[in-house]
């Protein structure tokens, strides 16, 4: 059975509550679900594959998107700052109650997504109202697992993580970005999901 990639929150265990990838997190590039990890190529489709899928949106469209195998998440982890990721775990501690929030959720669960994603996790902002706003989700193969998240980031969420990173994370995430996302310049406002 799966278990969960945590936001600093206590470890769920096995997860039971999983459900076919819905289409709010297939890849829009390949019109279908992610088949490899966007870093090292894996196949992702494969039962115990663990990843995780981002994607960001600005005025309803698909700014960029990935989906990352846990091992390349862990590297990609290391590489940062221990100061910023001790400030991003803070960041969540402060704003969102991850626990209660899954309680509160899992308390109405009916395998609809939909609950998750109406509103920023940070600063309940609702989804009709994000011009720009990014969601996440962990995968297991071709199901997608209900664990703290999926979840939606605001952009102005996002702002705030962003102030929080130290130069050296920035640029491990700008390099990401650049390698794996083919953004352009402009583009490059956004930090891929580091918890
Ligand atoms: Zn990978």
Same mark, same amino acid.
């Given at each position: ?12 265990? *096995?997860?039971? &509550?999983?459900i076919p990838i819905p289409e709010e997190f297939w890849s829009f590039?390949d019109?279908g679900p992610f088949?490899? !990890?966007? %870093?090292?190529?894996?196949?992702l489709? @494969?039962?115990?594959?663990?990843y995780l899928i981002e994607k960001?949106?600005?005025?309803? @469209?698909v700014?960029?998107e990935y989906a990352? !195998?846990?091992? !390349? ?22 704003? %969102? ?9 899992? +308390?109405?669960?009916? +395998?609809?997504i939909? *609950?998750w994603l ?5 600063? $309940? ?10 969601i996440m989700t962990l995968c297991?193969?071709d199901d997608m697992l209900?664990?703290?998240i999926p979840?939606?980031?605001? $952009? &102005?969420?996002? &702002? ?16 990401? %970005? ?7 310049? @402009? ?9």
């Amino acid at each position: 059975m799966p278990r969960s990639a945590n936001m600093d929150a206590p470890d769920l265990g *096995p997860i039971d &509550e999983y459900i076919p990838i819905p289409e709010e997190f297939w890849s829009f590039a390949d019109d279908g679900p992610f088949q490899k !990890c966007t %870093v090292c190529n894996i196949p992702l489709l @494969e039962e115990g594959k663990l990843y995780l899928i981002e994607k960001a949106f600005k005025n309803s @469209e698909v700014v960029f998107e990935y989906a990352m !195998c846990i091992d !390349c998440h862990q590297n990609l982890r290391q590489d940062l700052s221990a100061q910023s990721l001790r400030l991003i775990d803070h960041y969540f501690d402060e704003h %969102v109650d991850l626990v209660k929030r899954r309680q509160r959720l899992m +308390e109405s669960y009916d +395998e609809d997504i939909s *609950p998750w994603l109406s509103e920023c996790l940070v600063t $309940g902002k609702a989804l009709d109202q994000c011009n720009e706003y990014q969601i996440m989700t962990l995968c297991d193969g071709d199901d997608m697992l209900f664990t703290y998240i999926p979840c939606l980031l605001s $952009g &102005e969420a996002m &702002e705030s993580i962003q102030s929080l990173l130290s130069k050296k994370t920035k640029e491990r995430l700008d390099g990401f %970005v650049d390698d794996f996302l083919g953004l352009p310049p @402009e583009a490059k406002i956004r930090t891929p999901y580091i918890g």
